[in-house]
């Protein structure tokens, strides 16, 4: 059985984190802040969440991030935060940053591909009750969620050997209850090394529930603390189980870096 970390360990880890002079705190979206709905434009973060990350927007030194594979529109209608939050969207591809918005120029043949994905999955979709399309920047999601689980393999199988056989060269993604083609091979790791970079991070917290996340614990130096929620492999260094927990984390989170910010300063 998977063992989840205990308030001592996490209260450690976050102690050790939190002294550096700027502090990156990413956080993936769905599952990690916001509980699982059946509609993506209803999910929010858990308010004891909501509350904790509009505290550390407003500390010194101290960026608060999103890092998630929901495309910069959807992230911002779901997230209801000040707007100096960064937002890093569909897998580390688009960038919402002081500046504005930063996307990945298409190609006519991005384009063309991109045409014959949709028409393939919204075909696949049409054909199997309960499933549907999510239109991306750079490509296309095919939801499950709404199906049985034996539907939602079967329909997964054919969707990622048709799109591979009829659509080659695209990037696939796994995640709960959603499989993406995608025409970028970006991924949250590559959100991270930017968003460090654009801060000017000492040190980052970062926690995610799903596969695609752990792309972003992989480049977490010794310095960063990594947390991954839910009970599958992982290698973060600490693990707890849910949102709820997140949020608790949270708070020791926003605790331990103003009680520094404000020592720092007085
Ligand atoms: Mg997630």
Same mark, same amino acid.
Do not use: C
């Given at each position: 059985?998977?063992?989840? +970390?205990?308030?001592?360990?996490?209260?450690?880890?976050? =102690?050790?984190?939190? !002294?550096?002079?700027?502090?990156?705190?990413?956080? =993936?979206?769905?599952?990690?802040?916001?509980?699982?709905?059946?509609?993506?434009?209803?999910?929010?973060?858990?308010?004891?969440?909501?509350?904790?990350? #509009?505290?550390?927007?407003?500390?010194?030194?101290?960026?608060?991030?999103?890092?998630?594979?929901?495309?910069?529109?959807?992230?911002?209608?779901?997230?209801?935060? *000040?707007?100096? #939050?960064?937002? @890093? @969207?569909?897998?580390?591809?688009?960038?919402?940053?002081?500046?504005?918005?930063?996307?990945? &120029?298409? +190609?006519?043949?991005?384009?063309?591909?991109?045409?014959?994905?949709?028409?393939? %999955?919204? $075909?696949?979709?049409?054909?199997?009750?309960?499933?549907?399309?999510?239109?991306? *920047?750079?490509?296309?999601? %095919?939801?499950?969620?709404?199906?049985?689980?034996?539907?939602? $393999?079967?329909?997964?199988? $054919?969707?990622?050997?048709?799109?591979?056989?009829?659509?080659?060269?695209?990037?696939?993604?796994?995640?709960?209850?959603?499989?993406?083609?995608?025409?970028?091979?970006?991924?949250?790791?590559?959100?991270?090394?930017?968003?460090?970079?654009?801060?000017?991070?000492?040190?980052?917290?970062?926690?995610? =529930?799903?596969?695609?996340?752990?792309?972003?614990? !992989?480049?977490?130096?010794?310095?960063?603390?990594?947390?991954? #929620?839910?009970?599958? &492999?992982?290698?973060?260094?600490?693990?707890?189980?849910?949102?709820? $927990?997140?949020?608790?984390?949270?708070? #020791?989170?926003?605790?331990?870096?103003?009680?520094?910010?404000?020592?720092?300063?007085?």
């Amino acid at each position: 059985m998977v063992q989840y +970390s205990s308030e001592t360990e996490i209260a450690a880890a976050i =102690d050790a984190l939190v !002294a550096v002079p700027t502090l990156l705190i990413a956080l =993936d979206f769905d599952g990690t802040l916001a509980p699982e709905v059946d509609d993506p434009l209803d999910a929010r973060a858990l308010p004891e969440a909501q509350e904790q990350l #509009v505290r550390m927007l407003e500390l010194a030194d101290t960026r608060v991030a999103l890092i998630s594979g929901r495309a910069l529109d959807s992230l911002e209608h779901v997230a209801h935060l *000040p707007s100096h #939050v960064l937002f @890093g @969207g569909s897998h580390g591809l688009e960038y919402r940053l002081d500046e504005g918005d930063s996307v990945l &120029p298409m +190609s006519a043949e991005n384009t063309a591909a991109l045409e014959r994905l949709d028409a393939l %999955l919204h $075909e696949l979709a049409d054909s199997a009750e309960g499933s549907w399309v999510e239109l991306k *920047p750079a490509g296309r999601a %095919l939801h499950l969620r709404m199906m049985t689980l034996e539907d939602a $393999e079967r329909l997964h199988a $054919e969707a990622v050997a048709r799109v591979a056989a009829e659509i080659p060269g695209l990037t696939t993604r796994f995640g709960k209850n959603i499989v993406e083609f995608a025409i970028h091979d970006s991924h949250k790791g590559d959100a991270i090394d930017r968003l460090r970079e654009y801060v000017g991070a000492d040190a980052i917290f970062f926690a995610g =529930d799903d596969t695609t996340d752990e792309d972003a614990i !992989a480049v977490l130096g010794e310095n960063d603390l990594g947390v991954r #929620v839910g009970d599958a &492999p992982s290698a973060a260094r600490l693990r707890v189980a849910g949102t709820r $927990e997140i949020a608790a984390l949270l708070m #020791v989170l926003a605790d331990r870096r103003a009680a520094v910010v404000s020592a720092r300063t007085n």
